[in-house]
């Protein structure tokens, strides 16, 4: 009856064990839910699987694109992909989660409000504009991040509900056609665990069964012996005294055992391996297989209080602009690339570097601007809004003490243009910078006449101006910070009445000033002040007053003017770049300091 027991236990342990096994092996459902959808019908330059898509199911989101020569593919804020697409059309993806089927539709915006008001006048422009391809939306600084391939593309990514997906091909071209989603599946299998622990534990009954009646049965088989013949009757020898023996159990009962405990345990030891090691396999996190967690590639942009607005970019996406930046500069300021600077330049800082290209053309001794640092970026101030244009603040470089931080103000005028560098100011030493905004919250731009703080936006390069040409004797001197003012003590009036000392008789030199061409802009600080740019231009004017005498050009002037010397006399401009904090009004003794300049020769024209 043991070995009976024993064998049941046996059968009923090997069908627990490898039914547990079935249950994560061949008898599991699919890991992971895939389908897939054409958009060859619709024909679009662009797809979009919107962020609702994409989050439809829980887990990670793999993408699979494939029908074309370029693949490429990037994910951004939905209004953001929204907004650069504009009035093209475009082949927007959607999901059925009762069929879990992908399913493509054409989407052509409509023109709303002044737009259409303005559609009939448009009318032949855009007959005129069809022929015109879209553009190619790949580097576009709108993306959090873009990827590309030759015939196919696979991207693993985990972005949140406000997070959608661009798909094109170079603009121009329809779209990748095939667009396969997959998401990892979870599935529980409760009962895998105990199968294969309660199998293990019922072949030890059954190993332990097989032995006890091992045991009994040898026991009961021991030596047994038989009573001898009679003997015929005789009288009766002496009895020989009998000598008995310990009976002797047969030496292999022991050994069994023992031998019958060391496989018992090394059983337990393994069937308690094997259930701990199954039972460790079930999965925690929604992955595929061959990607690893998920690090978040973006914070979802939803605020809980609707009044406040998005940020302009996110602290990646700025590093990959200012790492776009330094590069396309640092190259056109090597081979004196206008046109290629007007890709990451405009306003005050284009000025002064094309302006350094024609004069580096001239002679050769006239060192290039100082190069954009692409890292590291040690603060990061985007506007909050979520229109446009959109304004960002970004300090960069420091790591070298020897080499004052550069402050870049970056605009983006539409959202199919890149961000513009406007001002490349560098910072004074010894300044300490307001406390401003995380970005991961920004700061509002600030109306130019807004009357909260000590300086209105739009007077201050006019009354900073004034000091430059007049000193402590200005009107506006008290509202500036006088120390430390690198700017002042270099072109300030004191320098000013040095050069006319210097002049012969012949000559005479005067000095005007006036705005600017870039923009004048004022990001909020904490305490209710104020981060502000403006740029102001100073003309130099040498003239001859005598007859017949000679003005002699050099240095930068002549390599800018292209002259040696003029009878006539000449006009040189600088311009000079400026960032200031502006203390709220609140504060009587607050005074405008200027955190950083940049000053340089931008043109000379003869008289």
């Not at 990892?184 to 190993?207: C, D, E, M, N, R």
């Not at 590639?297 to 990646?316: D, F, H, I, R, Y």
Request: a negative charge.
């Amino acid at each position: 009856m043991r070995f009976v027991s024993a064998i049941v236990a046996f059968v009923v342990a090997a069908a627990m064990i490898v039914f547990g096994i079935a249950q994560r092996t061949w008898l599991a459902p699919p890991d992971q839910l895939t389908t897939t959808v054409s958009t060859a019908d619709e024909g679009t330059a662009f797809t979009v699987i919107p962020g609702r898509v994409l989050t439809s199911n829980p887990g990670q989101q793999r993408v699979e694109l494939s029908g074309g020569e370029t693949v490429w593919a990037a994910y951004a804020r939905t209004s953001d992909i929204t907004a650069w697409i504009g009035d093209d059309p475009y082949t927007a993806i959607s999901f059925d989660e009762e069929t879990s089927e992908l399913g493509a539709r054409l989407v052509e915006p409509e023109a709303t409000g002044d737009d259409a008001a303005a559609a009939d006048d448009a009318a032949a422009d855009d007959a005129a504009a069809e022929d015109e391809p879209a553009p190619n939306p790949a580097g576009s600084d709108l993306w959090l991040d873009e990827k590309s391939g030759e015939g196919s593309l696979t991207w693993t990514v985990s972005v949140p509900d406000d997070v959608s997906l661009i798909i094109a091909s170079d603009g121009t071209e329809p779209a990748p056609a095939n667009v396969t989603l997959s998401w990892p599946l979870q599935h529980s299998t409760p009962w895998a665990g105990p199968l294969i622990v309660g199998g293990g534990v019922l072949l030890l009954v059954g190993l332990a069964l097989y032995i006890w009646g091992l045991v009994h049965m040898r026991r009961t088989r021991g030596p047994r012996r038989k009573s001898p013949p009679k003997a015929p009757k005789l009288p009766a020898p002496p009895r020989p005294r009998a000598i008995r023996g310990p009976a002797l159990e047969p030496t292999t009962t022991a050994k069994g055992r023992r031998a019958a405990g060391r496989n018992a345990f090394a059983a337990l030891g393994l069937t308690v391996t094997a259930g701990l090691l199954l039972t460790g396999c079930t999965a925690t996190e929604q992955l595929f297989e061959n990607d690893p967690a998920p690090v978040p590639t973006v914070t979802s942009t939803a605020l809980p209080a609707e009044e406040v607005q998005p940020v302009a970019v996110t602290e990646g996406q700025l590093r990959r602009i200012i790492d776009r930046v330094s590069t396309t500069v640092t190259q056109a300021d090597t081979e004196r690339n206008a046109d290629l600077l007007k890709s990451r330049m405009a306003g005050p800082a284009l000025e002064e570097r094309t302006a350094n290209y024609t004069m580096r053309g001239a002679d050769g001794g006239i060192p290039a601007p100082d190069a954009i640092p692409a890292t590291p970026v040690t603060l990061s101030l985007p506007q909050a809004t979520d229109t446009w244009p959109r304004t960002v603040l970004a300090v960069v470089g420091g790591d070298d003490p020897a080499v004052a931080p550069t402050a870049l103000v970056l605009v983006q005028e539409t959202p199919r243009d890149n961000y513009l560098v406007n001002y490349a100011v560098k910072l004074q030493a010894n300044v300490p910078f307001p406390a401003v905004a995380p970005p991961t919250v920004g700061a509002p731009l600030l109306a130019n006449d807004v009357k909260l703080l000590a300086v209105q936006p739009d007077q201050i390069a006019g009354e900073y101006a004034d000091i430059l040409m007049k000193g402590d004797e200005s009107e506006f001197a008290p509202l500036f910070e006088s120390e430390p003012d690198g700017l002042r003590s270099q072109v300030g009036v004191d320098l000013k009445n040095q050069r006319k000392s210097e002049l012969p008789a012949t000559a005479s030199l005067e000095y005007s000033n006036g705005e600017g061409s870039g923009p004048v802009l004022a990001l909020a600080s904490n305490d209710s002040g104020a981060l502000v740019t403006a740029s102001i231009v100073e003309r130099e004017t040498a003239k001859v007053v005598e007859e017949g005498a000679t003005i002699n050009l050099s240095g930068r002037v002549k390599a800018l003017s292209g002259l040696a010397s003029t009878t006539k006399g000449v006009e040189s401009t600088y311009g000079y770049q400026l960032l200031f904090f502006v203390p709220p009004g609140t504060d009587e003794n607050g005074k405008v300091v200027l955190l950083g300049y940049a000053q340089a020769l931008i043109g000379v024209k003869e008289l």
